[in-house]
T-cell receptor
Framework: DTEVTQTPKHLVMGMTNKKSLKCEQHMGHRAMYWYKQKAKKPPELMFVYSYEKLSINESVPSRFSPECPNSSLLNLHLHALQPEDSALYLC????????????FGPGTRLTVT | SQQGEEDPQALSIQEGENATMNCSYKTSINNLQWYRQNSGRGLVHLIL?????REKHSGRLRVTLDTSKKSSSLLITASRAADTASYFCATDAGGFKTIFGAGTRLFVKA
């Protein structure tokens, strides 16, 4: 199974809401990623977890809070977002030994109103 | 911050023609990868070339890497309408960090 799943597919939230994005993979990958992508732009790295520990935080605002409860799951908790945070949020995973290929989920399309 | 710059930003060709996209990067790399993204979807890995390789083939794809110029090219031969997508190069500098280039939007007309 080489699939990365993300839920929900679409999310509309107000600036005072709290919501969470979820990502799951069962490939045994121990590195998992969150990216943010605006229209016609490349994915922009937000966070990387390796072996369930946060290893990279690309100076992301604290209104985005990642969590890796176990080796298969990755969450992104959202609170007090701004309209400019509207984007496609992509999750990816990859192996940690000798494999650099990242497997991406289909993304969550987030709209902040 | 984005490391790779891609050229051209957009490319429109006829079915059957070849498409060439270029990518430049700024720092030393372990490898360089190319990904495809259909509109609004997740990215799909196409091919990886390591820093000690100069050329690699996979089906209709040919990738070259010139580490002295810090540049790579992706050639898609005999393009099809289904190749219409955005193509991104991505550099891996170690420590799980991957940086994507700006991307080339390819449109293949049937």
């Amino acid at each position: 199974d080489t699939e990365v799943t993300q839920t929900p597919k679409h999310l509309v939230m107000g600036m005072t809401n709290k919501k969470s994005l979820k990502c799951e993979q069962h490939m045994g990958h121990r590195a998992m990623y969150w990216y943010k992508q605006k229209a016609k732009k490349p994915p922009e790295l937000m966070f990387v977890y390796s072996y369930e520990k946060l290893s990279i935080n690309e100076s992301v605002p604290s209104r985005f809070s990642p969590e890796c409860p176990n080796s298969s799951l990755l969450n992104l908790h959202l609170h007090a977002l701004q309209p400019e945070d509207s984007a496609l949020y992509l999750c990816a995973s990859r192996g940690t030994t000798g494999s650099y290929e990242q497997y991406f989920g289909p993304g969550t399309r987030l709209t902040v109103t | 911050s984005q490391q790779g710059e891609e050229d051209p930003q957009a490319l429109s060709i006829q079915e059957g023609e070849n498409a060439t996209m270029n990518c430049s990067y700024k720092t030393s790399i372990n490898n360089l990868q190319w990904y495809r993204q259909n509109s609004g979807r997740g990215l799909v890995h196409l091919i990886l070339i390591r820093s000690n390789e100069r050329e690699k083939h996979s089906g209709r794809l040919r990738v070259t890497l010139d580490t002295s110029k810090k540049s790579s090219s992706l050639l898609i031969t005999a393009s099809r309408a289904a190749d219409t997508a955005s193509y991104f190069c991505a550099t891996d500098a170690g420590g799980f960090k991957t940086i994507f280039g700006a991307g080339t939007r390819l449109f293949v007309k049937a």
